[in-house]
C-alpha cells in the first residue's frame, strides 16, 4: 500500500511518498502554499491520486510533552478539511522534532545549506513518513 505524507508548514507543504509496499519513505516535492486552502487541498489530493496512495498521513505538531497545542489544532482542521476533498484516508501523525532530525540528516550528507532549506519539508515529511511505516509495521496484525 502506497501512502502519502505531508508536513504543512505555514509557507509550504513538504510531501513524501512511500514505495508500493509500504516500507520505505522517499522525499517527493515541496509545495509552495497558496492563498486558498482549497488549492492546497487539491493539489495534494491530485498528487496522492497521481501516486495512487490509499492512504495520507499528516504531520501533528505536538509540544515534547506531547500535549497538542494551537499548532495541533490547525493540522487537526487541516486534516479534517483534506477528508472532504478526497477519498484517501487521512490520519494524523505526531511529527515533534521531524524538522531537527531532517536537518541534522541532510548536514551528515553534506548538503549545503541552500539546498537543505530548499529541501527541508520534503525531508521532514519522509521522517515522518518513515516513522509512521516503521510503526504499521511492527503492530500485530489485527
Given at each position: 500500500?502506497?501512502t502519502l505524507a ?137
Amino acid at each position: 500500500m502506497r501512502t502519502l505524507a505531508v508536513d504543512v508548514g505555514e509557507k509550504r507543504v513538504g510531501i513524501a511518498v512511500s514505495d508500493e509496499g509500504g516500507k520505505v519513505a522517499l522525499p517527493l516535492d515541496t509545495l509552495v502554499r497558496s492563498d486558498s486552502l482549497e488549492d492546497d487541498l487539491d493539489q495534494i489530493a491530485e498528487i496522492a491520486q497521481s501516486r495512487e496512495a490509499e492512504r495520507i498521513v499528516v504531520g501533528l505538531p505536538t509540544s515534547l510533552s506531547g500535549r497538542p497545542g494551537p499548532a495541533a489544532q490547525r493540522m487537526a482542521e487541516f486534516a479534517a478539511a483534506l477528508r472532504e476533498a478526497t477519498p484517501v484516508e487521512v490520519v494524523l501523525w505526531d511529527e515533534r522534532l521531524t524538522t531537527i532530525i531532517a536537518e541534522k540528516a541532510m548536514r551528515n550528507a553534506d548538503v549545503r545549506r541552500p539546498k537543505r532549506r530548499q529541501h527541508i519539508d520534503e525531508v521532514a515529511a519522509a521522517v515522518i513518513l518513515q516513522s509512521y511505516l516503521d510503526r504499521k509495521a511492527n503492530e500485530p496484525d489485527t
